[in-house]
């Protein structure tokens, strides 16, 4: 598909990619970046431009490497100790059958870590620790963390079902999906778009404003179609 390529591209180029997930899903389109080559005005554009929440994901692979839980999981364990999160698991989400949070993060150099600057530290250093961990030149990839980042932060990390784009088909896992296709490492940082109405900006109006800046739109099912035959 000659868009999809163009898209793998742009991605490897420093340039967002706009995907759409579904109708009947989120139904949202996401702003995607890949996550290791993140500057601040890119956060500043989705900022700007997404207006939703910024984040980071992450493959299930290298989180387990790292040791990334969910956060769900974190909240299952600490609900013994912290009556409160007994019943407010979000096991009756309307769109999925469990959440993607991960870990919030800062890196170790930030001040405050909101700032477009050191969000982008944040966001740009996690991408290196995550190719580092892919390629195997980190040797202890818990420390490596661990050394490079502290939690909680402001950015929040999401991680990807084990079996990409098969157990889950969220925003996590296509973007992923895509910065894998373009040969980077499996991380992207997106934002969901927001509309003036109170709603998520519709799926024709997210297109126009890519597309009328040159951008490519993508939907879910287009990136599912190119991954199938790419990850045999």
């Known amino acids: 598909m000659e868009r999809l390529q163009k898209a793998l591209e742009d991605l490897k180029n420093r340039k967002p990619v706009f995907i759409y997930d579904a109708e009947g899903r989120e139904e949202e389109t996401d702003i995607v970046f890949a996550s290791g080559s993140v500057a601040h005005e890119d956060v500043r554009f989705l900022r700007q431009n997404g207006g939703g929440l910024i984040c980071t994901t992450v493959s ?38 469990k959440s993607a949070f991960s870990l919030t993060i800062n890196h170790r150099k ?49 991680r990807t079902s084990k079996e990409l784009l098969k157990d889950r088909i969220g925003h996590t896992e296509l973007s992923t999906a895509m910065c894998l296709m373009a040969g980077l490492p499996a991380t992207a940082t997106i934002c969901e778009m927001m509309g003036n109405d109170g709603n998520a900006l519709s799926r024709a109006d997210a297109r126009k404003f890519a597309e009328s800046r040159g951008f490519i739109f993508l939907e879910g099912h287009e990136v599912q179609e190119v991954w199938k035959s790419w990850s045999k």
Request: hydrophobic residues 40%.
């Open 60 to 97: 299930d692979d290298v989180a387990e490497k790292i040791d990334l839980p969910f956060l769900v999981d974190v909240f299952k364990t600490a609900q013994a100790v912290h009556p409160v999160l007994r019943n407010s698991l979000p096991d009756t989400l309307p769109y999925d059958t």
């Open 110 to 158: 930030c001040y405050t870590g909101i700032t477009d600057n050191d969000r982008a530290l944040t966001i740009a250093e996690f991408g290196k620790l995550v190719g580092e961990v892919e390629c195997g030149t980190s040797e202890n990839p818990l420390k490596s963390f661990t050394k490079g980042f502290r939690v909680p932060g402001h950015v929040f990390l999401l």
